[in-house]
């Protein structure tokens, strides 16, 4: 028995069991965790492997690894053991990836101050230059990566001081890719939480990006962001310092069908997603290069697929070619491309939120349950930072899905209001997860409690306008952060 699974006689009786997931781009099973073929391929040089369609899945059984290739009839006698556990090994040399992520954590963004927003507004009118602008950026970077440092924080970030939006411009940076203003309405999903909240109140995103021929990576817009940040912290706290990075199917998801891309360019979404994939690769090698070891992914798209209201939307659009579960699956496949060249210590995140845009404004609504075992299980990130803050993200009980090898960052405490949290009760919140989490590994909550971490729900800037909340009120949120964290795990950063 492996994860209440019999060893079958044939292939087909492996495959066919109801609870094994075949998936050509995601066909390894390792215990709870399905990894990608591609990790591995090339390193195995013993049994043939030549193609991702060449092996459907591959079972730790009892400490065993067997493999089955994808040949009907063959029998589990016939397929022998291999050597590739050593490569398997290699390719998981880390399964929990620790500091970072931290027990006390941040996610991102921070409050501009007032004459930085000032500045920025004079340079869009024309009455301020780009060196003036640059010259009080890094002085603003400067003065609030001092603040972190004395709030007691580790995953030190530049409060993505140079961003107008917490995306940033890795997509319009792109060849291939266009910034357009004024775009038509007719092009948006309209049932899209972000989309529907502007065209609730008669309007539609200003600007948009839009994929307008083959995509290619000419140049990182997020490595000078880095190496100034790098080059004003202590060189040992270099490499505990984080960048956001813009999730990979922003631009494809508002879209209605047959509109993210131009098909005399792209075929199929197949072809559009794979030369997305190879720009992170190629980003994520030039951030690794200058020494960025920490990635947080921001995506409130897949907790989109939370939400009723947008499912329903889904469901109900005629131009759609694919369920929304497929449409997840595929997005899961997307990312594991986008993130299969990455070095084994550079540590990636996903941030999921259901909106965070001026004056503290929330877009969507509902728990992760009906999305917790592909997040949690197919989902190649070592860590997620999930919104916890309120009611609307559902209770704990998802978490029971979280796999050993994994961490999760609880954001139990709002960025959006000024409201502090009672310091008791936010502990006794991170217990309850911890024991959900226990529960579904069979072990204790002090165990599950090595794979948690606190933060507040969101950043507190995702658009440069920011939350409805003061520079003290952040820094308050912050150091009850850092409060709740060293209560629960004294002494660890």
Not at 372 to 397: C, I, S, W
């Amino acid at each position: 028995m492996a994860n209440g699974i019999e060893r079958p006689e044939t292939l087909k009786g492996f495959l066919d069991d109801p609870r094994v997931a075949v998936f050509k781009s995601r066909p390894i099973l390792i215990g709870r965790r399905l990894i990608n073929i591609n990790m591995i391929i090339g390193k195995i040089t013993d049994i043939g492997i030549r193609d991702i369609a060449d092996v459907q899945t591959i079972l730790i059984d009892g400490g065993n690894v067997m493999h089955w290739k994808n040949m009907p009839g063959k029998t589990s006698e016939q397929l022998q053991k291999t050597q590739i556990q050593p490569a398997l090994t290699k390719a998981m040399s880390s399964e929990l990836h620790r500091k970072p992520p931290f027990r006390a954590e941040h996610l991102g963004s921070l409050l501009r101050p007032d004459r930085l927003l000032k500045l920025r507004d004079h340079l869009d009118h024309g009455r301020a230059d780009e060196e003036e602008l640059i010259s009080l950026e890094n002085q603003a970077i400067k003065d609030i990566v001092e603040e972190q440092i004395k709030l007691g924080f580790h995953p030190i970030s530049d409060g993505e001081y140079r961003r107008h939006m917490f995306w940033g411009t890795f997509f319009p940076g792109m060849e291939g890719f266009e910034e357009i203003k004024d775009p038509p309405a007719e092009i948006f999903r309209s049932y899209m939480p972000d989309i529907a909240a502007f065209m609730e109140k008669g309007h539609k995103p200003a600007e948009s990006v839009i994929c307008t021929g083959k995509i290619k990576h000419i140049g990182s817009t997020y490595v000078d962001q880095w190496n100034y940040l790098k080059s004003i912290v202590p060189k040992e706290k270099a490499k505990e310092c984080k960048l956001t990075m813009a999730a990979p199917e922003w631009y494809h998801m508002r879209y209605r069908e047959g509109k993210a891309y131009p098909k005399d360019v792209y075929p199929s979404d197949k072809e559009y997603f794979a030369d997305i994939a190879k720009a992170y690769q190629t980003e994520l090698q030039i951030l690794y290069d200058n020494g960025l070891r920490n990635v947080q992914i921001d995506d409130p798209n897949l907790a989109y697929f939370c939400s009723e209201k947008m499912l329903s939307g889904w469901k109900a659009d005629p131009l759609n070619t694919q369920t929304s579960d497929s449409l997840l699956s595929s997005y899961i496949t997307f990312y594991n491309l986008c993130l299969s060249q990455r070095p084994t210590d550079m540590h990636i995140g996903v941030h999921l939120c259901r909106g965070n845009f001026v004056n503290s404004r929330h877009f969507s609504e509902g728990g992760y349950d009906r999305v917790a075992r592909t997040l949690f299980l197919d989902l190649d990130v070592d860590t997620y930072y999930l919104e916890y803050d309120t009611p609307r993200a559902g209770g704990f009980e998802p978490l029971k899905s979280l796999p050993k090898n994994k961490n999760v960052i609880l954001g139990v405490v709002t960025s959006k209001f000024p409201e502090m949290e009672d310091l008791g009760e936010l502990k006794g919140r991170v217990m309850e997860a911890a024991g959900y989490v226990a529960e579904g590994n069979g072990e204790s909550v002090e165990s599950a409690l090595g794979r948690l971490g606190v933060s507040p729900q969101c950043g507190f800037a995702s658009h440069s306008a920011g939350n409805a909340v003061k520079h003290e009120d952040m820094v308050g949120k912050l150091g009850l952060v850092r409060r709740l964290a060293d209560e629960i795990w004294p002494g660890e950063p």
